[in-house]
Every structure is written in structure tokens, then in C-alpha cells.
């Protein structure tokens, strides 16, 4: 079946703002900013938004933005996107590559690079709000655009709620949200239910004895308790959680004494929980707890160990029945670029919006890999070894169909609402599996 005709009226208008889209990308990738930080960014998508005819509101929730335009009757229809960057040192060689650095939030000077995309996210944003805008005789309704800040810490979304986002705009009948893969450009990826995991950090303080290097009779080692406890973690997957479930979870650092004569008085672990289901969630955290109180006991401890979570992000779980109706717009439009994708152990806090809002919400996936690139690593057999992913200093969406893809996205789903009751709209499929192809 074919796209509405609202969907190509409103996208006609692409060729006019891809070239200060791309511009307002490369301006973005190579002027990142942190969890919080965002005061730049922010600023650059409040004029864009404000050019395009919407209202703004400037720092909800710290740094954030959101953008509301009315269009007559109709449903209101959400779209997000993620505006920080990551404390990595960029090795792309882009000529637009980032040099910048900036404090941390403990005030160490890091260096600061878009390595997960949000550059791309925001872009999309900007080009689907002026395409919205521009084309508004062809749908009616509403469109709440947000531009969050510090996803990569977890408690953006939850700040943007506590800011008063609620209060600002109408309550949706749906929020939309993407995010940039290590696939192949120019395709994207659905998946109802679970699309991201929950993720949890937590810091661990194991007590130990300090001594001599040379008298550890006198210690309670918490170095050799750390090992103990590494070891016995790897444990909490293989035998406490089922076959059929999935969780990870990854011991990223162990820090504890400073020189090799001195047995030291502490270990302090940082690890993270990756789990699908709230269940597998809360096995995982009890085991963790448990193991660590016994190996403590078994190494005499004089102190209980402590735990600390933070950096806490939500479940991504998709609504079904929006998840099937963004589907089929996609496969209407995007043919076979569309098509179902598997779960990402990746996580996102976006679900905090609408579930404080009390909306239904998908979340997909699209393609910032050159297909050529990617197409070559797969024959041999290297996808892993030589296509850069998020998060990595070498991660570099390619320019272009990266951003008409995401820009095209966004419109294809907002319209899936939008122009379901405008005469545009006819012919248009709100359900049904969109067509095949796998997404990478």
C-alpha cells in the first residue's frame, strides 16, 4: 500500500531544509556538551523551533526544550529527542570532529564527544518540526516536540516531568521517540514490547583491614574479596536466571589501595545490570546483594559492605498497538528499509516522559552505518570488529541517508496520527505489520 498523500505533501518540503539540516548537524557534532549542560544546544533548537512557528519553552527541567504547535482539532502526538554528549575523546578524523572540553560534574576537565548520536536525534528533530509546520494544511491536530537533556546520566526525562513538562502542554495521544544504530543507513527497525533493557549501576564499598604488605595475617584483604566477589558474580546469570531470560551484568571497575607494599582498608566495585522483565531485575539485584554479604562474612569482614545505586534507567517497553501502527505507516513508505529489529541491551530513560504522562509509546531504530561499509564487514564476517558503535570514539553516523531517513521517520510517524482524520490522510493504514526487511 502506498504512503497517504499527506505524508508525501509534507515531506515534498525535504530538499528545502536538508542543507541547513546538515549544517545545523555538523555545527552540533562539533560543539558537543555534556549531561546538563546542554545550554548551547538548547539554545540553537529553541531559535529553530521558535523560526518554524511553535512556542517554546526554554530550561524545563534544567536545560531542556519543548516546542508545542496547535493545528485545529485533532490528536496531539509527542516527539523526542535526546540533546548530551559523552565524556570520549573523538577519533573519527571528521572534519567536523569535536575538540572540546569541558567539566565533568565532579569538575574534572574530560574531553566531550557526540559518540552517541544525540547530534543526529536532534538534527531529525529540527527538520521534522520545520516539515510539520510548513506542511500543517496537510494534517490536524497537535505536536509537542522535547528536547531533553542528559539522557546519558538517566534523569533527564525524569527532570523535564519534574520541571513542569506536564503542565505545559496537552497530554498526548502518543510519544515518539528513535535512536541511531550501528546498521545500515537507510533502514529502520521496530519491535513491540521490551526494546531496551533496564539498566542499573551500582557502587559497591567492600571493608576490609589494612596492613603491611608483609603481614597479611594482620589484614582482612579486600583486594583478594574483590576477586572473590568478581568471580562469584558471574554466577548470578549462568545459574539465577532462566534460560529463556536475558539480563547481563558487567563488574566495569575495581578500585582499592595506591601502592604494593600496603594491603589496603577498602575495595570499591562499580558494576551494571542490564534485565528485560522487572522479575529478572530483582533477581539480579537480591543476588548481587547476597553474594557480596557472604563473601564478606566468609572473609571476616569488621564492617557490612555498602551498596549504592545510581545512574538508574527504565525499561524501554513499546506499546503494541502504536508500535504496529508506526510499523505499517513505515513499511507503507519506507518498503523494504523497514522492518522488525531485535532487542538492544542498549537503555534509554525516554519511557519516563510517557509514563508520567500516562500515554502509550514506541521506540524505534534507525541506521547511521555507510551500507557499503557495513555490507563489507558483514560478508567477512567483522560487523563487531569493524563497525564502530555507540559510545565509541570512532562512531560516526554518516551525514547522509542518515538524516532524511530520521527526519523522514519522525513525519511518517507523527502523520500515522495526525492524518488519520484529515482529508489528506485517506488511504492511509493505522495497523498491520509493516512490510518486511530486515533492518541489519
Known amino acids: 500500500m502506498a504512503p497517504s498523500p499527506a505524508v508525501g505533501s509534507v515531506l515534498a518540503g525535504l530538499e528545502g531544509t536538508r542543507t541547513w539540516q546538515e549544517q545545523l548537524y555538523r555545527e552540533l557534532h562539533r560543539h558537543p556538551e555534556l549531561s546538563h549542560q546542554e545550554h548551547r ?29 496547535r493545528n485545529g482539532e485533532g490528536p496531539v502526538v509527542l516527539l523526542r529527542a535526546d540533546m548530551d554528549a559523552l565524556p570520549v575523546r573523538e577519533a573519527t578524523g571528521l572534519p567536523y570532529a569535536s575538540a572540546v572540553t569541558a567539566p ?23 527538520g521534522a518540526a520545520q516539515l510539520l509546520a510548513d506542511g500543517r494544511e496537510h494534517w490536524s491536530g497537535s505536536v509537542v516536540l522535547v528536547c531533553q537533556p542528559a539522557e546519558e546520566t538517566g534523569d533527564g526525562a525524569r527532570g523535564m516531568v519534574e520541571g513542569g513538562l506536564r503542565e505545559l502542554v496537552p497530554t498526548p ?39 603491611h604488605g608483609s603481614m597479611p595475617h594482620a589484614a582482612v584483604d579486600p583486594v583478594v574479596l574483590a576477586a572473590m ?32 607494599n600496603v594491603i589496603p582498608g577498602e575495595a570499591v566495585l562499580q558494576l551494571n545490570v542490564r534485565t528485560y522483565t522487572d522479575a529478572t531485575r530483582t533477581t539480579v539485584l537480591d543476588a548481587i546483594q547476597r553474594i557480596v554479604r557472604a563473601e564478606c562474612a566468609a572473609s571476616n569482614c569488621p564492617r557490612e559492605p555498602e551498596f549504592e545505586l545510581f545512574d538508574r534507567f527504565p525499561l ?22 523497514a522492518g522488525p529489529v531485535g532487542q538492544q541491551s542498549a537503555s534509554e530513560d525516554f519511557s519516563d516522559i510517557p509514563v508520567a504522562l500516562g500515554v502509550p509509546y514506541t521506540y524505534w ?50 502523520l500515522a496520527w495526525l492524518a488519520a482524520g484529515h482529508p489528506d490522510g485517506a488511504g492511509h493504514s493505522s495497523s498491520g505489520v509493516g512490510a518486511g526487511g530486515a533492518s541489519g
Not at 534460560?243 to 563488574?251: M, N, S, W
Not at 567477512?380 to 521517520?409: C, I, K
Open 41 to 69: 544546544t538548547a539554545g540553537l533548537v529553541a531559535h529553530r523551533l521558535r523560526a518554524a512557528g511553535y512556542d517554546v519553552h526554554e530550561g524545563v527541567g534544567g536545560t531542556g526544550v519543548v516546542g508545542l504547535l
Open 316 to 337: 524501554t517497553d513499546n506499546d503494541a498497538a502504536a508500535t504496529d501502527r508506526v510499523a505499517s505507516a513505515f513499511g507503507e513508505f519506507f518498503g523494504d528499509r
Open 229 to 260: 566477589v568478581v568471580v562469584r558474580l558471574q554466577t548470578v546469570v549462568s545459574r539465577e536466571v532462566p534460560p529463556g531470560e536475558t539480563a547481563v551484568l558487567t563488574v566495569g571497575s575495581i578500585r582499592a589501595g595506591t601502592t604494593s
Open 104 to 126: 565533568d560534574a565532579d569538575g574534572n576537565e574530560v574531553p566531550v564527544m557526540h559518540a552517541c548520536g544525540h547530534d543526529v536525534h536532534v538534527a531529525c528533530l529540527a
Open 365 to 414: 531504530f534507525i541506521g547511521g552505518i555507510d551500507p557499503g561499509r557495513y555490507e563489507e564487514a558483514a560478508q567477512a564476517g567483522r560487523v563487531s570488529q569493524d563497525v564502530p558503535v555507540n559510545h565509541s570514539a570512532d562512531f560516526a553516523p554518516v551525514v547522509q541517508p542518515t538524516l532524511d531517513t530520521g527526519t523522514q521517520a519522525l513525519v511518517v510517524a507523527a
Open 173 to 211: 495521544q502518543v510519544a515518539l521517540a528513535q535512536h541511531v544504530m550501528p546498521l545500515p543507513a537507510g533502514r529502520v527497525g521496530t519491535r513491540p514490547g521490551p526494546a531496551l533493557s533496564a539498566a542499573d549501576s551500582m557502587r559497591i564499598t567492600l571493608y576490609g583491614r589494612g596492613a
